[in-house]
C-alpha cells in the first residue's frame, strides 16, 4: 500500500491506495465538489446541528430508505424539518430547493428513525420526556403529533428501528454510567396513537440492554447487510476510551473491533467520534464513513458482509477539516460539526457544522473524473 497526496481543483485529499484500488468508480470523496449550499429558512434550523439522518416510507427496508433528509438540532425546543433527498441531489441552486416542512419539537431532537409513514423523535437526553411520533407528510396538516411511551425510557439522543420495523434501539444519554449502553425495544403498540408503543425486549442480552465496549456511544447507524441487523457505533469520549469503531450483529450479540485507532493523537483537534455512516450497501459495496468532532472523515472499504474492514484495516481515504473548509468554501468545519449524511450510491454527500447551522452543504463527484486522473504531488 501506498500513500497518495490528490490534488484537483484546489482541493487536496489524502488516498490510501494499493495497487487492485485505482477505479474509475466515481464516488463522492474521490473527487468532491461543492455542488451548492441550501440555505435553511430561519424556522427550519437552530444553532448546533446534529445526527442528520435519512427516511422514507419503506416497510421491507427502513434501513436503506433515503426519500428524505431530517435535519435536526440539539438545542431545547427547536425546530427539525424534512427535505426530500431527490431534489437535494437535483438542484443545482439554493433557489431550487426549500424545507418541505418544520416543527417545533419540544426537548432535543438530536435524532430520528422513521418506518412506514411514522418519523419518530427521541427525547434528547431529557428525563420523562416521551418518544414523538409525527407523520412524514406534515403538509396536510401538522395536527397529528403522538406521544410514544415505553416501559423503560432511555432518554436517548439517537435511535433507529431496524429494518422491517419491528425493534427499535436506542442509546441512552443521562447519566455517565449508561453512556455505553445500546438498549432494544420490540415495537408492540401502534405509531399512530398516543400511547405505549416500545416495550423493552428483555430476552435480548441483559435485560434488553447491551454494554457495548466503548465509554460513550454518542451516535450510530442500523444496517441491514447479509440478511441480518448489523449495528455500527465509534467512540464519543476519546480522553477516555480509544478511537475505535465497533459492528453489532444484534442478534448473534456479537460485537467485532473493527477499527482500533480511527484519528490517532496529534491528527485532529477533537477524535470524538460523532458520526458514523454507511455506504454501498445495495451494490454490494459498502464503505464506512466516521467523522470526529473536530476531525473530518475517513472513508473505509468493508468486507461485502459488512464484519470486517478490507484494505488492511486502513482508509481508503481522509478528508480533513481543511479539505472539508476548501471543499464547502467556509472555515466552518474548524467547528463542531456533527452533521452529515452520505447516499447509498455515494454519489452525495449532506454537511453541517455549529458555526455554520443555517447551511446545508451539497457535496457531489466532479462529472467524468476518475481517480487516474487527479494529479499526484
Same mark, same amino acid.
Given at each position: 500500500m501506498k500513500n497518495m497526496f490528490l490534488v484537483y481543483a484546489g482541493i487536496s485529499v489524502i488516498f490510501f491506495l494499493s495497487a487492485t484500488d485505482v477505479s474509475a468508480q466515481e464516488y463522492w470523496w474521490k473527487a468532491p465538489i461543492l455542488k451548492y449550499v441550501e440555505e435553511m429558512a430561519e424556522e427550519a434550523h437552530s444553532t448546533s446541528p446534529h445526527y442528520w439522518t435519512f427516511g422514507g416510507p419503506s416497510r421491507t427496508d427502513s434501513t436503506l430508505d433515503q426519500t428524505y433528509l431530517y435535519t435536526q438540532d440539539s438545542n431545547m425546543s427547536v425546530n427539525f424539518s424534512q427535505y426530500v433527498v431527490e431534489e437535494l441531489r437535483n438542484a443545482n441552486s439554493a433557489d431550487e430547493?426549500?424545507?418541505?416542512?418544520? $416543527?417545533?419539537?419540544?426537548?432535543?431532537?438530536?435524532?430520528?428513525?422513521?418506518? =412506514?409513514?411514522? %418519523?419518530?423523535?427521541g427525547n434528547g437526553g431529557e428525563e420523562g420526556q416521551p418518544f414523538t411520533s409525527y407523520p412524514d407528510d406534515m403538509t396536510i396538516g401538522s395536527g397529528r403529533e403522538y406521544l410514544l411511551e415505553a416501559n423503560v425510557s432511555p432518554d436517548c439522543d439517537t435511535l433507529h428501528f431496524n429494518h422491517d420495523g419491528t425493534l427499535l434501539y436506542t442509546n441512552h444519554y443521562v447519566g455517565s454510567a449508561n453512556r455505553s449502553k445500546l438498549h432494544r425495544y420490540r415495537v408492540t403498540g401502534s405509531l399512530e396513537a398516543d400511547g405505549q408503543a416500545f416495550t423493552l425486549d428483555s430476552g435480548w442480552q441483559n435485560n434488553g440492554t447491551f454494554n457495548t465496549a466503548i465509554v460513550r456511544l454518542r451516535n450510530f447507524i442500523v444496517?441491514?447487510?447479509?440478511?441480518?441487523?448489523? $449495528?455500527?457505533?465509534?467512540?464519543?469520549?476519546?480522553?477516555?476510551?480509544?478511537? =475505535?469503531?465497533? %459492528?453489532?450483529?444484534?442478534?448473534?450479540?456479537?460485537?467485532?473491533?473493527?477499527?482500533?485507532?480511527?484519528?490517532?493523537?496529534?491528527?485532529?483537534?477533537?477524535?470524538d467520534i460523532v458520526n458514523i455512516k454507511i455506504a454501498g450497501v445495495a451494490a454490494g459495496d459498502p464503505h464506512l464513513y466516521v467523522m470526529g468532532n473536530i476531525a473530518g472523515v475517513k472513508v473505509y472499504k468493508l468486507t461485502p458482509d459488512g464484519m470486517g474492514v478490507e484494505n488492511g484495516g486502513n482508509p481508503v481515504a481522509f478528508l480533513s477539516t481543511d479539505d472539508l473548509n476548501r471543499i464547502n468554501q467556509t472555515e466552518a468545519f474548524s467547528s463542531h460539526a456533527r452533521a452529515f449524511e452520505v447516499t447509498d450510491d455515494q454519489q452525495f454527500a449532506f454537511f453541517s457544522a455549529h458555526n455554520a447551522n443555517a447551511n446545508i452543504f451539497v457535496v457531489t463527484v466532479e462529472p467524468g473524473v476518475a481517480v487516474s486522473d487527479w494529479i499526484v504531488k
Open positions: 430547493v426549500a424545507h418541505r416542512w418544520a $416543527i417545533d419539537h419540544i426537548g432535543r431532537p438530536k435524532g430520528c428513525t422513521q418506518f =412506514s409513514n411514522r %418519523v419518530v423523535i444496517k441491514y447487510i447479509g440478511g441480518k441487523d448489523l $449495528i455500527y457505533y465509534g467512540e464519543g469520549s476519546t480522553l477516555e476510551g480509544l478511537c =475505535s469503531v465497533y %459492528v453489532l450483529d444484534a442478534d448473534a450479540g456479537i460485537e467485532r473491533l473493527l477499527i482500533e485507532d480511527v484519528f490517532v493523537p496529534g491528527e485532529v483537534v477533537d477524535a
